[in-house]
Every structure is written in structure tokens, then in C-alpha cells.
């Protein structure tokens, strides 16, 4: 059984940093894509970044320029650095990781960004 545990979550004041990690347990065969999204309250889940297994990086309009995405295809992780955060950012950050067969969700981790 596969399961994603994400981690690096907490509160942090405005133009801080945090870095967000997400490692897999489980067998997950030929990973195309992974990512990270958020659920801000009120809001619909967005994508915040993607990276796909030959590296190319997708950033949504709000993080381009402040958060790094990387990943680790063999360790079945991937990370997010974030920089100069926002009140905006608060959210639930959700790790996924994609295949042929589907996506595979974490839990989530809160982080809140203090003005």
C-alpha cells in the first residue's frame, strides 16, 4: 500500500521561508509527475508546482519566482522551497505523485503565514 507523508508545515511571518517535504512508502512504478497543491480556506484546490521524471518544472502565476520544486524519482519525493511568503500562501499543501495509474495523495500539511 502506498502513502505519502508530507512534513516542513507550521506558522511562519510574512517574507519567511519553509521547506515542504513528501516521501513515499510503497512500491510505485514508472512516476511520470510530481507535485505539490493547496487548499486555502474558502478556496479550491490549486496546483502550486509540478515536475516531471525528465525534470521540467511547472509553477502556478502566484509562487513563479519564489518557490523551488524538486524531486527525487529513486527516493519517491519531492520538495518545496519556499520563499518570501505571503498571508496568501496560508494553506493545506498536498503532495501527489503520478504514474500511469493514477495519482497518490497526501494528508496534507498546514502552513500559515502571519502579517
Known amino acids: 500500500q502506498v502513502q505519502l507523508v508530507e512534513s516542513g508545515g507550521g506558522l511562519v511571518q510574512a517574507g519567511g521561508s519553509l521547506r515542504l517535504s513528501c516521501a513515499a512508502s510503497g512500491k510505485i512504478f514508472s512516476i511520470k509527475c510530481m507535485g505539490w497543491y493547496r487548499q486555502g480556506p474558502g478556496k479550491q484546490r490549486e496546483v502550486v508546482a509540478r515536475i516531471t521524471n525528465i525534470g521540467a518544472t511547472y509553477y502556478g502565476d502566484s509562487v513563479q519566482g519564489r518557490f523551488t520544486i524538486s524531486g527525487d524519482n529513486a527516493k519517491k519525493s519531492v520538495y518545496l522551497q519556499m520563499n518570501s511568503l505571503k498571508p496568501e500562501d496560508t494553506a493545506v499543501y498536498y503532495c501527489?505523485?503520478?504514474?500511469?495509474?493514477?495519482?497518490?495523495w497526501g494528508q496534507g500539511t498546514q502552513v500559515t503565514v502571519s502579517s
Open positions: 501527489d505523485i503520478a504514474n500511469d495509474y493514477g495519482n497518490y
